[in-house]
């Protein structure tokens, strides 16, 4: 698993979380806010993904079974 450095923290902020972790029972790096980072990474995610899906075209499931046939009959993908 990655790690994650911020610097330059406002000390009332970073007090603020840690409080809160302490609350919830959890060490700083067991937080809510690592939660909430991994929650935003797959929002972006999800976004990016959205996105490529808006920029095709739609295929078809016959489209794609011609679409190997016809590289299976012209041994494309072959080395």
């Not at 009332?12 to 909430?36: C, F, H, P, T, Y």
């Amino acid at each position: 698993m990655g790690q994650m450095l911020v610097r330059k923290i406002d000390d009332v902020v970073l007090q603020g979380i840690r409080s809160k972790a302490k609350a919830d029972g959890n060490r700083l790096n067991r937080s809510r806010e690592r939660r909430l980072l991994r929650r935003s990474s797959r929002t972006e995610l999800i976004r990016q993904m959205d996105a490529i899906r808006a920029s095709s075209k739609p295929v078809s499931g016959q489209q794609i079974i011609d679409e190997i046939r016809w590289d299976r009959d012209h041994n494309l993908g072959k080395r």
